[in-house]
């Protein structure tokens, strides 16, 4: 009965998460062209064994963008801690354009790209493909839970002028999952609705079928 309850109880968060987040969304951004720029790496280790590690090949649709929230697990970071991204920077019809990329993280998770969050920009080199890395360090006021890093490569772009939202002609938009975590309570890391999670060594005994909301570490509900 009160795994019963339990589902049931979820089953609501889910569906009461979905709804409100209906309306939730980020600017589109995206290039106009399938030709010249694009990513074909974006690498980042983040905290308790997540990690981004993703090879792509060109496009062929339009716009250029590329959702991975959606089919990558996100990475999670630490407020205060220092991370590097890599990330390689290719060209589709054979001939190098001056191109470069901005990186943002919405850390205040308020589903904008603000000026301040603004990580880097990467300035392509030739020959092709070239890869840099840059180094970051997650703001001490970043905003806990689930949020969005968005990369935007664009063809003649500088730090000044490549804009999160908008299209543009050549390059690509890419977002990627990122959870912001203090990890202070040790245990699983989980998105910011609710999940079961198994018993495991932890700083704390989490018993099986345990119910965590607003993660990491608020604990609603247990059955045994």
Known sequence: ??????????MLLVLLFAATNINAQYCTSGATSTADDEITKVRLIGAFGTQINNLT??????????????TLPSVTLVPGNTYTIEVELSQCSGFFYT???????D?????????????GNLVATNPFPSTHTLNFTVP?????????????????????SILPCGAYTWGETEDYGVNVS??????PILPPIANFFPSQATTSTVATDTVWINSPYD??????
């Open 140 to 160: 001490t006021t970043a905003s806990l839970g689930i949020t969005r890093m968005r990369l935007v490569q664009v063809e003649g772009g500088t730090a000044t």
């Open 99 to 105: 191109n470069s990329c901005n990186i943002w993280i």
């Open 182 to 187: 203090n990890g202070s309570a040790g245990g």
């Open 107 to 119: 850390y205040n998770r308020n589903q904008t790209f603000d000026a301040a969050e603004l990580v």
């Open 57 to 70: 090949t060109c496009y062929t649709t339009t716009p250029q963008y590329v959702d991975f929230t959606v």
């Open 1 to 10: 009965m009160k795994k019963q309850l339990l589902t049931s109880f979820l």
């Open 219 to 224: 604990l609603v509900a247990t059955s045994t």
